[in-house]
C-alpha cells in the first residue's frame, strides 16, 4: 500500500508539473499573439494616417496643375469646379502617389481596387502637368491636349456649344474624377480602419 501511496504523489506532482509548463506556454503564447495583433493594428493605423495625408498632398499637387493649365489656357474657372480648388496655393508641392501606390500594395492590399481608380485619375492630371512641362504648351496646344483627351458626354456637348471652353470642361472632369475617386478612397480606408 506504501508504493501504491508513492506512485500515487508521484503521479500526481509529475502531472501537475506537466500542466503549470503547459498553462505557462499557452499563456506566453497567448500573451504574444495579442502582443502581435496590437502591434499590426498600430501599423495598419499608422499606414491609413500616411495614406490619408498623402491624399491631402495630393489635392494640393492637382490644384496647382490645374491652375497652371489654366494660365497657359488665360482663362479663369468658374464654380462648376469644386470649392477645394480655389484655396490658395502658396507652394508647388510634389505628387507622391508612388509611394501611395507602395503602402498600399505591401501594408493594405484590400485597397487594390479603389487606390487603382484614384491612381488612374491622378495619372491623368500627371499626364497634363508632364506634356505642359515637356511641350511648353501654347493656348491652342492646350485646347488641343483638351479636346483630344475629354470625355463627350451630351451635357458636355451642350456646354462647348454655348458657354464653356474645352480647356475649361477637360480640367473641370479630371477634377470632379480625382474629387470623386479619392474620397471612395478615404471610404475605403476609414472602412478598414474600422475592422483592424
Not at 511648353?136 to 458657354?163: F, G, I, M
Not at 480625382?178 to 483592424?196: D, I, N, P, Y
Amino acid at each position: 500500500m506504501a508504493l501504491d501511496q508513492n506512485i500515487t504523489t508521484l503521479l500526481s506532482t509529475v502531472l501537475g508539473g506537466i500542466l503549470a509548463i503547459t498553462g505557462g506556454f499557452l499563456a506566453t503564447s497567448f500573451s504574444q499573439r495579442m502582443t502581435e495583433k496590437a502591434q499590426k493594428r498600430q501599423v495598419t493605423h499608422q499606414r491609413i494616417e500616411e495614406l490619408y495625408s498623402l491624399s491631402d498632398h495630393i489635392k494640393e499637387w492637382a490644384k496647382v496643375q490645374s491652375l497652371r493649365a489654366c494660365e497657359v489656357a488665360e482663362i479663369t474657372l468658374d464654380r462648376k469646379v469644386p470649392g477645394w480648388f480655389f484655396d490658395a496655393v502658396s507652394t508647388e508641392p510634389e505628387c507622391p502617389i508612388e509611394r501611395m501606390e507602395m503602402l498600399t500594395y505591401l501594408y493594405l492590399p484590400s485597397l487594390a481596387k479603389p487606390f487603382a481608380e484614384y491612381r488612374a485619375s491622378v495619372l491623368t492630371i500627371q499626364h497634363l502637368e508632364v506634356a505642359m512641362r515637356n511641350n511648353h504648351y501654347s493656348k491652342d496646344e492646350l485646347k488641343a491636349h483638351c479636346e483630344a483627351s475629354l470625355v463627350r458626354t451630351p451635357d458636355v456637348e451642350e456646354r462647348l456649344k454655348t458657354e464653356t471652353t474645352v480647356v475649361v470642361e477637360f480640367i473641370v472632369q479630371i477634377l470632379d474624377n480625382f474629387e470623386r475617386s479619392q474620397e471612395q478612397l478615404r471610404v475605403a480606408l476609414r472602412q478598414v480602419a474600422a475592422k483592424s
